[in-house]
């Protein structure tokens, strides 16, 4: 979760300072970080991604981070929850 957090503190501070396009951040966000844990499966790697459209979008409009921080707590908890 924190990394996500970092990631998107950087990517969009950084991409404001390149003048990059509000869509092309947001795209970068949801498939950088993303993509590393394939091993769940198609389905869960498409619906992080979705949730990192939205988010990045919610965070680019009120530059809140919290609905990321409780989204991604509580997709870790019932992921964890579903494999016991």
């Known amino acids: 979760m ?3 957090v970092l990631m998107l503190g950087f ?3 950084y991409a404001k300072k390149l003048k990059l396009g509000l869509w092309s951040t947001i795209i970068g966000f949801c498939s950088a970080p993303r993509q590393l844990p394939p091993l769940q499966g198609v389905g869960p790697m498409i619906g992080n991604m979705l949730m990192g459209i939205v ?6 409009k009120y530059g809140r981070v919290m609905p990321l921080s409780c ?3 509580c997709s870790m908890l019932s992921a964890s929850s579903a494999t016991r």
Do not use: I
């Open 11 to 13: 990517l969009f501070t």
């Open 2 to 4: 924190l990394e996500e």
């Open 71 to 73: 989204a991604t707590s």
């Open 55 to 60: 988010f990045g979008w919610v965070y680019q």
